[in-house]
């Protein structure tokens, strides 16, 4: 928390709280942004003086404009890394598709769509290929130019196991509430059916596409979101982080519908890895929502094959997970829900401000936004 004395000196690097990470997290956290770097924001100030020092040079802008410049060359970079996500899932398969086509390969992709039609082993290699690279290349290019350390961006040690469990029982409610909701008419979800277009369908590559889908993907979608995107931005405040990364993860879903679920379980894991100090407790819990709606899905999809039997079967770990929620919870009433105050020298506003106006955030904005108006289209 910072001081209003006249003596006190900010140091936006050493104030920083992080109560839930391990102390080697928050030491190397620490060394990198004090290291020469771009992105990383150390600026320190004494009231008494009239310069500013930053990276041991003495300037004479104020530190909100330094705090400004480091948020803006971010916006720049995962405004630039959001779009080749974005290049890869619509522009790429399109050209891995023609390129295996024009070699007598029996494959098809709409041009305007995602559905694939063609042998089975071709549908399954082009899938696994495009949602492998669409998170890669960009989770690469973040490493590339932050230079972030492994221990920073990818924290492993869960330092308060009770709220991994909170989360899970949330995840499931949630999965199960957004669920019933947005299942029908899911453009996202419609992953779960790809492999059925292919010609042949073999049970066994059924199987693969499905653990790739619910336990690889996962892995994948959070190595680019709470991997070193959220770790670099919780230099501006966690909950500035959780607002960035929120909104990115429901834009690049190009879709009403499902970028409000996304938009709601991201919110959850943002909080929850804060809470338990690790980078696997998104992992977990988005599996744990893949897992639901994976079920409820298919449910919907083949609704006369399935009994009431497998209501109970995917509801029971809800109910049962509400009460061993509900039981720690009032066993402990003294644990405090918020989240560390890391306050800098920029208001929420103007952070959210100077975030978006990069101009490749700006693109992306608006790639997102065309790519709704596309999909609605064809839809109709």
């Keep these: 928390m910072q001081k209003k004395s006249s003596e006190y000196i900010i140091d936006v690097v050493e104030d920083f709280e992080c109560p839930y990470q391990t102390k080697t997290f928050r030491d190397a956290f620490r060394k990198w942004r004090r290291q020469e770097n771009p992105y990383s924001f150390h600026v320190t100030k004494n009231p008494r003086e009239t310069t500013f020092s930053e990276s041991m040079v003495m300037v004479d802008e104020p530190p909100s404009k330094t705090e400004q410049g480091v ?224 079920v409820l899905f298919y449910i919907e999809t083949f609704e006369s094959v399935f009994t009431p039997l497998w209501w109970i079967m995917m509801l029971l770990p809800c109910v049962v997970g509400i009460l061993t929620g509900a039981y720690m919870l009032f066993h402990e009433p003294e644990t405090e829900r918020t989240l560390p105050k890391n306050q800098t020298f920029l208001k929420m506003r103007d952070k959210c401000g100077t975030f978006i106006s990069s101009f490749p955030m700006i693109a992306l904005i608006v790639i997102c936004v065309m790519l709704v108006v596309i999909s609605t289209v064809f839809s109709m």
């Excluded at 996500?85 to 098809?108: F, P, R, S, T, W």
């Excluded at 607002?243 to 996304?262: C, E, K, N, P």
């Design 71 to 294: 948020l803006y060359r971010l916006s720049y970079l995962i405004g630039c890394v959001m779009i080749l996500y974005l290049a890869v899932e619509n522009i790429l398969d399109k050209v891995i598709v023609h390129i295996m086509h024009a070699m007598g390969m029996q494959i098809q992709l709409f041009f305007w769509g995602s559905d694939l039609y063609g042998d089975e082993k071709n549908v399954f290699l082009v899938i696994v290929l495009i949602n492998t690279l669409k998170y890669f290349l960009p989770v690469l290019l973040l490493h590339r130019f932050l230079r972030m350390p492994l221990r920073v961006s990818m924290p492993a040690h869960i330092t308060r196991p009770q709220e991994l469990l909170f989360g899970v029982v949330l995840t499931m409610m949630l999965s199960v509430g957004c669920g019933l909701f947005s299942v029908t008419n899911s453009d996202e979800l419609e992953k779960y059916k790809l492999i059925c277009n292919a010609v042949g369908v073999d049970d066994s590559r059924m199987v693969m596409y499905t653990l790739f889908t619910v336990f690889v993907m996962p892995i994948l979608i959070e190595l680019l979101l709470h991997g070193a995107m959220f770790q670099v931005l919780r230099q501006f405040g966690d909950t500035f982080a959780i607002a960035a990364v929120t909104f990115l993860a429901s834009i690049i879903m190009h879709s009403l519908q499902d970028g409000l679920r996304i938009a709601i379980m991201t919110l959850t894991f943002s909080y929850f890895v804060i809470r338990t100090g690790s980078f696997w407790t998104a992992v977990v819990l988005h599996t744990v929502h893949e897992i639901y709606m994976f």
